[in-house]
């Protein structure tokens, strides 16, 4: 199976939250990041988390992190339309080499 | 202000072809990677380099080669393209490894292999 798992869609009403989850295996791992696509281009870091922290808040993003159960979550408060876009769960698994495992990405669609 | 480019963005070409993607940076980051994105795969490395002249094989790395002569360019060469290497290629950048040191992405170079 898959070492960094999300659910593949999540639609939510602008203005909503929106929550993200994402699984991870590998306990070794130091940082966790989420990064965003946007249609057509490359992947875009939002934010990351250091995996001795149980959560972080940046404006409208909070991410929490479970360290027991492997569980990743990134919240975006005040959903708007313009965050449709995939979201990606990666970690390091403690690579010193800058190498990121991501998961699948989930895709959000956010409805007026 | 390039930042990460990559040629070509759309590429059809014939299977046993041998096709090279490009990526130039112009930050100077030592490390680069190419990252292949299947629907319901996400991102897989395909290769990355630490350096000039060190590279290293990611987890899909059968059927393509790197080179690392200059830090700002890491083409990505598929020497007898094959239809399962239909995907989308991203090229990434960071200068170090270390959290505040993140991945920066390409836009993609769309290849169809016929």
């Known amino acids: 199976g898959e070492d960094v798992e999300q659910s593949l869609f999540l639609s939510v009403r602008e203005g909503d939250s929106s929550v993200i989850n994402c699984t991870y295996t590998?306990?070794?791992?130091?940082?966790l990041y989420w990064y965003k696509q946007e249609p057509g281009a490359g992947l875009q870091l939002l934010t990351y988390?250091?995996?001795?922290?149980d959560m972080k808040q940046d404006q409208r993003l909070t991410v929490l992190l479970n360290k027991k159960d492997k569980h990743l979550s990134l919240r975006i408060a005040d959903t708007q339309t313009g965050d449709s876009a995939i979201y990606f769960c990666?970690?390091?698994?403690?690579?010193?080499?800058?190498?990121?495992?991501f998961g699948r990405g989930t895709q959000l669609t956010v409805w007026p | 202000d390039a930042g990460i480019t990559q040629s070509p963005r759309y590429k059809i070409t014939e299977t046993g072809r041998q096709v090279t993607l490009m990526c130039h940076q112009t930050?100077?980051?030592?490390?680069m990677f190419w990252y292949r994105q299947d629907l319901g795969h996400g991102l897989r490395l395909i290769y990355y380099?630490?350096?000039?002249?060190?590279?290293d094989k990611g987890e899909v790395s059968d059927g393509y080669v790197v080179s690392r002569s200059k830090t700002e360019n890491f083409p990505l060469t598929l020497e007898s393209a094959t239809r399962s290497q239909t995907s989308v290629y991203f090229c990434?950048?960071?200068?170090?490894?270390?959290?505040?040191?993140?991945?920066?992405f390409g836009d993609g170079t769309r290849l169809s292999i016929l």
């Open positions: 590998d306990s070794s791992s130091t940082y």
């Open positions: 380099s630490a350096a000039a002249d060190i590279t």
């Open positions: 930050w100077s980051h030592s490390y």
């Open positions: 990434a950048s960071s200068e170090g490894s270390a959290a505040n040191q993140p991945q920066h």
């Open positions: 988390i250091f995996s001795n922290m």
């Open positions: 990666a970690d390091d698994r403690g690579s010193t080499l800058g190498r990121l495992y």
